[in-house]
């Protein structure tokens, strides 16, 4: 059934089968799509509980592509990850976040998505440096997330990868918390500082008391662990409500912005937080 929505794009379809023929197109066109300018970020503040301040932004990857228009990174990540071409996709992510933090957000702090291919890319960790450096981007501010499925395979390459870039000062958030299978576990032995709690659990938070209880336990456990806990996808003031009761320390989500072009994206919110 064609559902309509922000979720479609150019007759596409948010997560559906997409036939063979288009994913084959597709990742032929991205092997241009970054020389030829077609990439862009959008950015998505990160909100203090506390202050009603922006802490960072996260920036997320947007593809215009010449014929079939915007295209979700939900579609067209898992193909460039399938194919290698995320690695090239990534280090642009990353350059781009740095400059455009510099130029158009006054320096802020930033996160960015990394896959696992990405992660496991020769001299990732060199390489992320190197970036950082030539846009002269401090590490203290540069975050990276990841989702537990990336940390399952080869664990022990991964640990030592992530904690590589720990020892020269980047930050690491587990996103998508509360969906993997392994959680705990993962959280105990790798070297975060934030986790970000899955929209799963946001949605549901005002009137299904298993998410909410769940979404509890998270942030009980983060808490004692001394991480950062960022509830994401946050929708309505009643989720911020519950939200702000409990110990969450930072919220993100379309109450505050959708992600937005840096030119665009609000420097300071108001209101909501005080209400
Ligand atoms: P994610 O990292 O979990 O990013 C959050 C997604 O939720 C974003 O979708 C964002 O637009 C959306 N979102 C934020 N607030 C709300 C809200 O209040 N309600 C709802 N319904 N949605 C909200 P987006 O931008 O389509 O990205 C989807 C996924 O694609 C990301 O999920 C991430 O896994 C991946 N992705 C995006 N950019 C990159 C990138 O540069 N590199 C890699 N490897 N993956 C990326
Ligand atoms: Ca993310
Ligand atoms: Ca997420
Ligand atoms: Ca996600």
């Known amino acids: 059934a064609k559902r309509n929505g922000r979720n ?6 948010a997560g559906m089968d997409t036939d063979l023929k288009t994913r084959r197109e597709l990742d032929a066109d991205l092997a241009r799509a970054v020389e030829r300018n077609e990439l862009s970020l959008a950015f998505q503040p990160r909100v203090g509980m506390r202050s009603g301040g922006i802490v960072s932004y996260e920036a ?4 215009n592509h010449p014929e079939r228009g915007m295209i979700r990174p939900g579609l067209f990540i898992p193909i460039a990850e399938q194919s290698g071409k995320i690695d090239e996709i990534g280090n642009w992510v990353i350059r781009e976040a740095c400059r455009q933090s510099l130029s158009k957000l006054g320096g802020a702090a930033i996160s960015v998505n990394v896959s696992g291919h990405q992660l496991r890319s020769r001299n990732f960790v060199e390489n992320v440096l190197a970036m950082l450096e030539e846009a002269e981007f401090p590490p203290e501010r540069f975050e990276i997330e990841l989702t537990e499925s990336i940390l399952v395979e080869d664990r022990d390459r991964a640990l030592a990868i992530l904690k590589a870039l720990k020892r020269r000062g980047i930050r690491l958030a587990l996103d998508d918390f509360g969906t993997g299978y392994s959680s705990l ?3 105990r ?3 975060f500082d934030t986790i970000k709690i ?3 659990f946001i949605m549901n938070l005002a009137n299904d008391n298993s998410s909410l209880a769940i979404a509890d336990a998270v942030m009980n456990l983060g808490r004692a662990l001394k991480l950062t806990i ?3 996808g946050v929708e309505t003031i009643e989720q911020l409500t519950i939200l ?3 110990n969450c320390d930072e ?3 379309f109450l505050f912005s959708q992600p937005l072009p840096a030119g665009d994206v609000p420097q300071a919110i108001d209101g909501q937080l005080s209400e």
Do not use: H, K, M
């Open 8 to 13: 479609t794009f150019a007759g596409f379809e």
């Open 185 to 187: 576990s993962y959280l």
């Open 189 to 191: 032995a790798f070297p």
């Open 244 to 246: 702000s009761s409990r």
């Open 251 to 253: 919220v993100q989500g």
């Open 198 to 200: 899955d929209r799963s």
């Open 230 to 232: 960022v509830a994401e």
């Open 60 to 63: 997320l990857v947007r593809w």
